[in-house]
């Protein structure tokens, strides 16, 4: 491992933008990349209120900070204030991760692919021919749905609290070549037998909870809940009672983010020292 060198005037900058981000993991996950490849640089937490992007954006490119990483709320929000997106970006719908050029900021999404790197390593689960139940509509099911759908799943079915939110999500992603996408109410999950759920929502982050009983879903294959705070949710403790392959969304994280420092650098990240200072961090968080 060859050390970082210090701080100082050529030392470049990259960060994540949310609100709040205080919490955020990334720092850990990027600065020990940095220090691994002997980089100067650095990677911050920048807290930024939704109605102060703009300027937020237009102050850190002044500064020439290099790259950012956006969460919630700045995923949609985002995209007017860019110059160009990539075509996983334009598809998806949300940007997570942005790099300066002289032309202004570019936006891509590496949840999608984060998700499916994830599937790999962690659950060795392969999409092709199979049917997946997505629980939740936001900015993480759609990255979520359209990676699964370019993977080459047969059908992907959107259930979610608020059924319109669910139709918007399935409409915009049948748009893009794929399998079929349909919709349910969460009362109809009962039956579906999908080979693969995912939730994508924030039931179980810390509240006890689990969106559905998974029982009565008959999942065939496995279980991904993306929440990765606490590691093991009430979801993924019916799944493992269950005898069904599932993972959190550990995996998930570590993968957005080994591609986006790659989106940023050019180089070959350091995957497990990332994916031991994320476990540190967690850990850290947890005791």
Excluded: C
């Amino acid at each position: 491992m060859t050390a970082r060198p210090p701080i100082d005037g050529e030392t470049r900058i990259y960060g994540i933008l949310g609100h709040p981000v205080r919490h955020s993991l990334s720092p850990a996950m990027h600065n020990a990349a940095f220090e691994a490849l002997g980089l100067n640089a650095v990677y911050l937490a920048f807290p930024v209120a939704p109605e102060r992007l703009p300027e937020a954006l237009a102050g850190l490119a002044a500064a020439e900070v290099l790259g950012l990483n956006l969460t919630v709320p700045h995923k949609t929000a985002v995209i007017p204030l860019l110059s160009e997106l990539t075509p996983e970006a334009r598809a998806i719908g949300a940007v997570n991760t942005i790099r300066h050029t002289p032309a202004g900021w570019v936006g891509t999404n590496t949840d999608g692919m984060g998700f499916m790197g994830a599937l790999e390593s962690d659950l060795h689960w392969s999409a092709s021919g199979k049917q997946v139940l997505l629980l939740g509509a936001g900015g993480s099911a759609r990255a979520v749905g359209w990676s699964l759908l370019a993977a080459g799943i047969e059908r992907l079915v959107i259930a979610n609290r608020t059924p319109k939110r669910a139709e918007t999500l399935a409409r915009d992603l049948a748009a893009n070549p794929g399998g079929a996408v349909e919709t349910l109410d969460l009362a109809q999950v009962p039956g579906a037998e999908p080979h693969l759920l995912v939730n994508t929502t924030t039931v179980g982050m810390g509240d006890g909870q689990s969106p559905v009983a998974l029982a009565p879903i008959g999942v065939r294959e496995a279980v991904v809940d993306i929440i990765y705070a606490p590691p093991s949710t009430p979801l993924l403790a019916q799944a493992k009672t269950l005898g069904l392959a599932h993972a959190n969304g550990m995996g998930m994280l570590l993968h957005q983010g080994v591609t986006a420092f790659h989106f940023w650098t050019g180089k070959k990240p350091p995957v497990e020292i990332m994916r031991a200072a994320l476990e540190a961090g967690l850990s850290k968080r947890e005791s």
